[in-house]
């Protein structure tokens, strides 16, 4: 039965990774996600759901379009894997909870914000927009989530505020967004873990990018990544980063 029951986490954790993809292609070109249905992206034939089963139907193609034959692109059966994973950790996590559902959503958001931050350089409004107005009903559970969590939304988007006015816009608008839902969805003690581990992550790459001269210093960085990064491993294991993190100063 066990298996049973994580086979059904990690399908539903697909299933959501496939309206993901759809994200992912239709979010920063402005395109509604409901018209047109599937479609080809080099062809535009209209998919049939054997083709549409996550992970599988990419296999079985081998990696191409059953009507055209041109190659589909590496996010899709990554995300639905990706996806379907984060959903069965965040339950392995937080079983059957609240908790457990404002970390799937904070999942859902940031699977497309990565994705689609490496590839335009953006994070859509419209994906902020998404994981405020579906995760601001799922702080009600307490009085201590409630204040925690919004105090996050706050600590995540003022933060980053700062850190774009000092930096003279060394930080994205959708970075400033994407802090506060994190915040929201996080609370404030794991939103400080996330971003101690997304600046720490972030200068470690920055520094290897300027010296490997992959990157120059005036040259942003898309920042949503790593953002993503520390989000999940604070979601995942925020108590003992806290506990490493206030070891580490001695307090
Ligand atoms: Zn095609």
């Known amino acids: 039965m066990e298996y049973l029951w994580w086979g059904l ?22 395109e509604s996600l409901a018209y047109p249905s599937s479609h ?3 062809c535009g034939q209209g998919l049939r759901p054997v083709d549409l089963v996550p992970i599988f139907s990419f296999v079985f193609l081998r990696g191409r379009c059953r009507y055209c034959g041109c190659r589909i692109a590496w996010h899709y059966p ?14 392995a996590k937080y079983g059957v909870t609240l908790s457990a ?6 999942f859902s958001i940031l699977v497309p914000a990565t994705v689609i931050d490496l590839k335009y350089k953006i994070i859509p409004d419209r994906l902020n927009l998404a994981g405020l107005i579906l995760g601001v009903p799922l702080i ?12 996050g939304f706050l600590a995540g988007g003022g933060l980053l505020l700062l850190i774009a006015v000092v930096s003279r816009g060394g930080m994205g608008g959708g970075d400033i967004k994407l802090a506060a839902v994190l915040g929201l969805l996080l609370g404030w003690k794991y939103l400080l873990a996330a971003l101690f581990l997304a600046f720490m992550v972030g200068s470690i ?31 995942l294991t925020g108590d003992k980063v806290i506990k490493w993190y206030t070891g580490f100063w001695g307090a």
Do not use: D
């Not at 990554?78 to 339950?91: C, K, N, P, Y």
């Not at 790459?205 to 604070?234: D, T």
């Open 140 to 151: 009600f559970e307490s009085k201590e989530v409630f204040g925690a969590n919004a105090a």
């Open 101 to 106: 559902l404002r970390t799937v959503l904070l």
């Open 78 to 91: 990554v995300g639905e894997l990706v996806t379907g994973l984060l959903f069965v950790a965040a339950v």
């Open 40 to 42: 080809c992206e080099a």
């Open 205 to 235: 790459a920055g520094i290897i990018m300027i010296v490997f001269k992959l990157a120059r210093m005036k040259e942003p960085i898309p920042f949503g990544p790593y953002l993503a990064l520390g989000a999940v491993v604070a979601a």
């Open 9 to 30: 986490v990690f399908s539903i954790g697909a299933i959501v990774g496939s309206f993901l993809n759809v994200c992912i292609c239709r979010l920063p070109v402005g």
